[in-house]
């Protein structure tokens, strides 16, 4: 089963590149393209894609607000910023907004469709490094996010750790989801990882 993918990229030469790309892999079927951020939203509740590959500076409506759109309403199709821009501010709003990737134009294009296959599966796209880039040093997170995510890196499944903090399992696996979100990592073990490398457990 093919992955739908809707592209929106203001520049034409680059979205038709993109486009001609995605189209040589056979798993992947471009189902639509614009070249603003509001045709773009109007292709993506039509269409309702796997994947929203976007740039982040186009006319009537940025990437970032796209994607805030695409948070707000529910929308299950997954974000992924394709963009020249590793400006920390930009990186940190995509990450409140739940991007599920955040490339740079000047990546192998081998990366992009491993990126889309990634975030199809569940997992994230977003470098680490540049992941941690755009909180500048600062710990992003909150002290519960600290205690399950130290817990999980312990290998403690979600149940062990709802029993050892007095939290429903729900509760963990939101926190678990936003430590990770805002990691940029592939998964609780990753998260772990990254923030231990960087001190923060």
């Not at 006319?59 to 759109?69: K, N, V, W």
């Not at 007095?166 to 940029?184: C, P």
Request: with cysteine; net charge neutral.
């Amino acid at each position: 089963m093919s992955i739908r993918v809707v592209l929106v990229e203001d520049q034409a030469l680059v979205r038709g590149a993109l486009g001609a790309l995605l189209r040589m892999d056979k798993d992947i079927d471009v189902v639509g393209e614009a070249g603003d951020g509001r045709s773009g939203l109007e292709l993506v509740e039509r269409l309702t894609p796997d994947v929203l590959l976007t740039d982040i500076e186009m006319p009537t409506m940025t990437g970032l607000e796209l994607a805030q759109l695409i948070k707000e309403r529910r929308l299950a199709t997954r974000v992924i910023i394709v963009t020249t821009f590793g400006r920390a501010g930009y990186l940190r709003r995509a990450l409140e907004c739940h991007v599920a990737g955040y490339l740079l134009k000047d990546a192998p294009s081998e990366k992009l469709v491993d990126s889309i296959r990634r975030v199809v599966a569940g997992g994230r796209a977003i470098d680490p490094e540049l992941a941690m880039a755009g909180w500048e040093g600062d710990d992003p997170l909150t002290d519960r996010e600290r205690q399950v995510l130290r817990l999980a890196g312990d290998g403690k499944s979600s149940a062990d750790i709802a029993g050892l903090v007095h939290l429903s399992e729900g509760t963990v696996r939101n926190y678990l989801s936003e430590a990770i979100a805002k990691l940029g990592a592939a998964n609780r073990i990753d998260a772990a990882r990254l923030a231990r490398h960087k001190g923060w457990l």
